[in-house]
């Protein structure tokens, strides 16, 4: 066949076996291409995910199970890229971990340092003596200080930074993509057998290989006559 849908199509038909198979590709953009595509298309330029979501629209492939779940750049769809934690306040970079004290009294979070007077262990807020670490106070697990507008947090932000255009995201703004194989569906079978030049008989077909009702009468009334 001429048309790189239908060379897809015969080729899988031929090999009732075989299917549309993942590779994982660092050097490529995406990550994940299917090599056999690639093949097949020679020169003409596909887009692997693009035509095979439209192939298992039309019914003429089906998806597999589930091999990878991947995360995209919003902006030109890499898959490299860098996840950091940053301030909620200024979203800089430069953050460090600050130790901290948990007043019990008054429930007071800040720096150990806003603590300490005069050698002993007082909560700035409510003067209450810290003695025993458990019953008076506690250490946060975690507790972040911004060396930029010098917040204090608890949890920093995810930010999601693409390496190759140097946008920035929202881990929830990324695209998902969901890595499966892909085989020939029945339907797809029924077009190889019927042959590619002879779409009017595919054409009446919907999606779940059924004739519609018209159709399926003016078929009738032609064999009764017959």
């Known amino acids: 066949p001429e048309r790189f849908e239908e060379r897809v199509l015969a080729w899988l038909w031929s090999r009732p076996s075989s299917r549309l198979e993942p590779g994982l590709d660092t050097d490529f953009r995406e990550l994940y291409r299917y090599p056999l595509l690639d093949v097949m298309a020679a020169e003409e330029p596909i887009n692997d995910m693009v035509w095979l979501n439209l192939m298992a629209e039309q ?3 089906e998806r597999g199970e589930l091999i990878d779940r991947i995360r995209l750049c ?3 769809s890499s898959g490299r890229l860098n996840y950091v934690d940053v301030c909620p306040a ?3 970079l ?3 971990r600050q130790p901290s004290l948990h007043c019990f009294t008054c429930g007071h979070v800040a720096p150990q340092e806003h603590f300490l007077k005069d050698g002993l262990m007082i909560c700035p807020n409510c003067l209450s003596r810290l003695r025993h670490i ?3 106070y506690d250490r946060p697990l975690e507790n972040y200080r911004c060396l930029s507008c010098q917040n204090f947090f608890v949890d920093a932000e995810v930010e999601a930074r693409c390496l190759e255009c140097g946008e920035h995201h929202e881990p929830n703004e990324l695209k998902v993509r969901e890595i ?3 085989q020939l569906s029945e339907r797809g079978r029924l077009r190889c057998r019927q042959g590619f030049a002879d779409q009017g008989v595919t054409e009446a077909f919907g999606r779940l290989n059924l004739i519609p009702v018209p159709t399926f009468h003016t078929l009738l009334d032609w064999e009764i006559q017959q």
């Open 59 to 61: 019914g003429w492939l």
């Open 90 to 92: 200024c979203r800089a």
């Open 180 to 182: 499966r194989p892909h």
């Open 74 to 76: 919003n902006r030109c």
């Open 94 to 96: 430069d953050i460090t």
């Open 134 to 136: 458990g019953s008076d």
